[in-house]
T-cell receptor, first 113, second 113 residues
Framework: GAVVSQHPSWVICKSGTSVKIECRSL??????MFWYRQFPKQSLMLMAT?????????EQGVEKDKFLINHASLTLSTLTVTSAHPEDSSFYIC?????????FGPGTRLTVT | KQEVTQIPAALSVPEGENLVLNCSFT??????LQWFRQDPGKGLTSLLL?????REQTSGRLNASLDKSSGRSTLYIAASQPGDSATYLC????????????FGKGTHLIIQP
């Protein structure tokens, strides 16, 4: 149980385009999901908290207009990177909350050329 | 603001040795602490979760301890194997269980055959 999927697992896009990443809880419902980012050889940093039916809460330094988060259902949260730039290239990982434990997706590697 | 530090940053030991990875955190008001394993280019594998009221958790050759008052946790790996080679991440959850995780930078472990 408690499986989280992400799609796509990797994506390459051109600078200036937008990319959407999906995070799904497959066998449980999650009121809260989290989005993390990991740059090469760095640890994971929390970007935002996504709550079903309400606006996301962003961590300090994360641009909410650039990283759009939608949590329209109890099993799906999406992260859209708008007007992507090469510096947005990173590993994006989501997690979903179940009984105060977070279950992580496999991650999405984004490369912006 | 919570900060998590992991020592050592890297460790290389011969197969069969017992080893200890250290994690410290600045704010002792945590909800739980979790140890993860991350293989290169991959997502996270949860190893052990310790609630704030617990002192330790064990799973197979792994044992994690928590001393909340001193802000420390250790991950003990017994009889290390080459397959244990990975980066080990320590993460704490604060905010009564509603916040995202704060991660350390990890310990890069190499077990020599």
């Amino acid at each position: 149980g408690a499986v989280v999927s992400q799609h796509p697992s990797w994506v390459i896009c051109k600078s200036g385009t937008s990319v959407k990443i999906e995070c799904r809880s497959l066998d449980f419902q999650a009121t809260t999901m989290f989005w993390y980012r990991q740059f090469p050889k760095q640890s994971l940093m929390l970007m935002a908290t996504s709550n079903e039916g309400s606006k996301a809460t962003y961590e300090q330094g994360v641009e909410k207009d650039k990283f759009l988060i939608n949590h329209a259902s109890l099993t799906l949260s999406t992260l859209t990177v708008t007007s992507a730039h090469p510096e947005d290239s990173s590993f994006y990982i989501c997690s979903a909350d179940a009984s105060y434990e977070q279950y992580f997706g496999p991650g999405t590697r984004l490369t912006v050329t | 603001k919570q900060e998590v530090t992991q020592i050592p940053a890297a460790l290389s030991v011969p197969e069969g040795e017992n080893l200890v990875l250290n994690c410290s955190f600045t704010d002792s008001a945590i909800y739980n602490l979790q140890w993860f394993r991350q293989d290169p280019g991959k997502g996270l594998t949860s190893l052990l979760l310790i609630q704030s009221s617990q002192r330790e958790q064990t799973s197979g050759r792994l044992n994690a301890s928590l001393d909340k008052s001193s802000g420390r946790s250790t991950l003990y790996i017994a009889a290390s194997q080459p397959g244990d080679s990975a980066t080990y991440l320590c993460a704490v959850r604060s905010g009564g269980g509603a916040d995202g995780l704060t991660f350390g930078k990890g310990t890069h472990l190499i077990i020599q055959p």
